[in-house]
T-cell receptor, first 112, second 116 residues
Framework: TQLLEQSPQFLSIQEGENLTVYCNSS?????LQWYRQEPGEGPVLLVT?????EVKKLKRLTFQFGDARKDSSLHITAAQPGDTGLYLCAGFPYNQGGKLIFGQGTELSVKP | ETGVTQTPRHLVMGMTNKKSLKCEQH?????MYWYKQSAKKPLELMFV???????ENNSVPSRFSPECPNSSHLFLHLHTLQPEDSALYLCASSQDNILGGPYEQYFGPGTRLTVT
């Protein structure tokens, strides 16, 4: 069974601080995705990383795919209250077709 | 309406009731999904429909019964549920990609279900 472990599960920080969320597995993934879910809404895709070692930036968010394609990280610079939400990593296990599995999520709260 | 819509948004039902959750997608996708989201647990994939055919059923109890009458609509029929079935039920759609990822899933806002 492929599992995606996210850490930390909860994070409460002040506006302006930096943070990193990790997504780890012992399995190889052909690609990984990060979704963000706000209260009362469904998850929304932020980014897909495909190549080992790949780094993608989305404004103040930086996503990295591990060289071995078993892990990923999300770094937020100068967090703002609007970044508050549940961040989910999700991956397509290698050689498993289109199956997508999710981590348990990281609940982020950014206080003004 | 755009995107993926779900009704009702909130549902409280007794253990002996029968109810249905509805999902509609306006994106022209040909695959639809039901997920269960419980606190502190990963999203659990329940059912996958591709081109209106059920292609995955992840050992879901028979008290949950999906129906996909066409590529735009998906239902989840509920009967004799248990309190532990209380959760957020999310519907999603995507372009079918049986050959492999990546693809983007578009989620609805979910139905918050409480079983009393």
């Amino acid at each position: 069974t492929q599992l995606l472990e996210q850490s930390p599960q909860f994070l409460s920080i002040q506006e302006g601080e930096n943070l990193t969320v990790y997504c780890n597995s012992s399995s190889v993934f052909s690609s990984l995705q990060w979704y963000r879910q706000e209260p009362g809404e469904g998850p929304v895709l932020l980014v897909t990383v495909v190549t080992g070692g790949e780094v993608k930036k989305l404004k103040r968010l930086t996503f990295q795919f591990g060289d071995a394609r078993k892990d990923s990280s999300l770094h937020i610079t100068a967090a703002q209250p609007g970044d508050t939400g549940l961040y989910l990593c999700a991956g397509f296990p290698y050689n498993q077709g289109g199956k997508l599995i999710f981590g348990q999520g990281t609940e982020l709260s950014v206080k003004p | 309406e755009t995107g993926v819509t779900q009704t009702p948004r909130h549902l409280v039902m007794g253990m002996t009731n029968k109810k249905s959750l509805k999902c509609e997608q306006h994106l022209g996708h040909n695959a639809m999904y039901w997920y269960k989201q419980s606190a502190k647990k990963p999203l659990e994939l329940m059912f996958v429909y591709s081109l209106e055919e059920r292609v995955e059923n992840n050992s879901v109890p028979s008290r949950f019964s999906p129906e996909c009458p066409n590529s735009s609509h998906l239902f989840l029929h509920l009967h004799t549920l248990q309190p532990e079935d209380s959760a957020l039920y999310l519907c999603a759609s995507s372009q079918d990609n049986i050959l492999g990822g990546p693809y983007e899933q578009y989620f609805g806002p979910g139905t918050r279900l409480t079983v009393t």
